[in-house]
């Protein structure tokens, strides 16, 4: 069972990246072997457009979620008692069960009425997809990053504070790096989100902004070019790239944490 369901996911693609590279316009009939589709998709401004405003957004976005769920995640472990904090929890997590025709839908009405009442945004484009994919990317950073913070040995953060260290250093220099998995876990985790989110995009976005979710499934929606399966086969080899790479680098960043526990047991 486990055989056929990864067959089930990995085999469409296969046949999708093996079509990509037919000569046919018509991308269910095999005509012979081209790369012409490769040379049409890089012709296409209006894609790759999209492909540059779909990785500016999901890099800002990202990196503004690792910060804002890092933050959420410090104070939902280590402050274990102040008032509110259930109502925090739970609207931390929210965005991790609601559905996104939900939260786009109140993310545009939001940004209607702060231009109504203070002309801010005047135009919804890159800035207000950012801030959507932002709110909702927190949250999954913030599971993240908590499951790794209630890991920690606090008595090293403990030692560090005994030691005279102020809170703001002790974070940077013990809980950080000890975290640093987590959060290289988290902000791939939110450059993904970004980068394949289409329905609360397509509710923030205006005119002059499209990400590649948008353009492609606009495409797709008049008929699939090969072009598109070009485009797919050039995103699969990229997130098979950095996941092997992210997963190689935190391979050997645990390795040689855990040697260094070792030699220090062992002297």
Not at 48 to 57: N, Q
Not at 188 to 193: D, Q, S
Not at 205 to 215: D, E, I, K, R, Y
Request: overall charge positive; proline content about 4%; some cysteine.
């Amino acid at each position: 069972m486990l055989i056929a369901g990864l067959l089930f996911l990995y085999l469409p693609m296969a046949i999708l990246m093996f079509y990509s590279f037919n000569s046919s316009r018509l991308v269910t009939v095999w005509a012979g072997f081209s790369g012409r589709w490769y040379i049409e998709l890089f012709r296409d401004r209006q894609i790759l457009a999209a492909v540059w405003t779909s990785l500016r957004i999901a890099f800002f976005s990202a990196t503004m979620a690792v910060c804002l769920g890092t933050m959420a995640a410090f104070v939902m472990t280590r402050f274990t008692r102040f008032r509110g904090k259930t109502a925090l929890s739970s609207m931390v997590t929210a965005p991790l069960v609601m559905p996104e025709v939900i939260t786009g839908l109140s993310l545009l009405l939001l940004f209607v009425h702060m231009a109504q009442m203070i002309g801010w945004p005047a135009d919804r484009g890159m800035v207000t997809i950012w801030i959507a994919h932002t709110t909702f990317c927190s949250a999954y950073v913030a599971v993240v990053v908590a499951s790794r913070l209630r890991e920690v040995d606090l008595s090293i953060e403990e030692a560090a504070l005994d030691l005279g260290s102020p809170p703001l250093k002790t974070f940077f220099q013990i809980t950080l790096p000890m975290i640093a998995p987590a959060l290289a876990a988290g902000w791939l985790l939110a450059f993904t989100l970004s980068l394949d989110d289409l329905v609360i995009a397509s509710f923030v976005s205006g005119p002059g902004a499209s990400t590649l979710p948008m353009v492609v499934f606009s495409s797709v929606r008049m008929g699939v070019s090969p072009k598109i399966n070009a485009l797919a086969t050039l995103i699969i080899l990229t997130v098979s790239l950095a996941t092997f790479l992210a997963w190689y680098f935190m391979r050997r960043s645990e390795n040689k944490r855990r040697m260094a526990m070792a030699q220090q047991d062992a002297g």
